[in-house]
């Protein structure tokens, strides 16, 4: 399994660019199981979001290390600024991967939180060379306590599933274990 890292997105004086202070790697593990004890004592459902950056390593082939670094911390500013209530969970999860923990919530209201922070990284409009896109892009995993234990899988595990799937699609998209298009379409019906 990777090793995760608790992204605390705050402004720092670094020199001219942002710094992502970044707690001890054990703090997403123990937030997890803090919330899904919670979940099943009081019989809610729990959300999990993984995130990577698509063709990150192309962007660092592109534009460099330096500028790869500000990208992860300007997708970490992002997605934080982006969740709306204290109890959501934001943390890096290895390389250019970020997981984003939804306490008591349901895969309808995570995929809703899912393309407000997919839309908010493309409204970003950073450039990118090495993509499709144009643009830097992200690709989503989303999974729900109550789908993970369906599939027999741990929600970490169902949703990294679900956006490898996502990468399978294309990338910059959604996916889950429903279709998850018709499901943004009901959320918003202008896209």
């Known amino acids: 399994m990777r090793s995760v890292q608790t992204v605390n997105v705050k402004v720092l ?3 001219t660019t942002l710094c992502i202070v970044i707690s001890p790697p054990n703090n997403f593990d123990n937030h997890l199981i803090k919330i899904e004890n919670n979940a099943i004592r009081e019989h809610i459902d729990n959300a999990l979001i993984l995130i990577d950056i698509d063709h990150f390593k192309r962007f660092n082939d592109c534009y460099g290390h330096v500028q790869g670094d ?8 992002t997605i934080k600024n982006t969740l709306k209530r204290p109890i959501d969970f934001v943390a890096r999860y ?6 984003v923990l939804l306490p008591n ?5 995570a995929l809703k939180v899912a393309a407000q922070i997919n839309q908010a990284i493309y409204d970003l409009s950073i450039e990118h060379c090495g993509s499709e896109h144009k ?3 992200i690709s989503l995993g ?3 306590s109550t789908v993970s234990k369906q599939q027999q899988r741990s929600l970490v595990e169902d949703a990294d599933y679900h956006l490898y799937q996502a990468k399978k699609q294309g990338r910059n998209t959604i996916a889950s274990h429903i279709d998850t298009a018709q499901v943004i379409k009901q959320i918003y019906p202008h896209a």
């Open 135 to 137: 643009f830097i892009t």
């Open 105 to 109: 919530t349901d895969l309808h209201g």
């Open 70 to 77: 500000h990208i992860l911390k300007e997708v970490a500013k």
């Open 13 to 15: 004086p670094c020199s």
């Open 142 to 144: 989303v999974s729900t």
């Open 94 to 99: 290895g390389g250019e991967e970020f997981v």
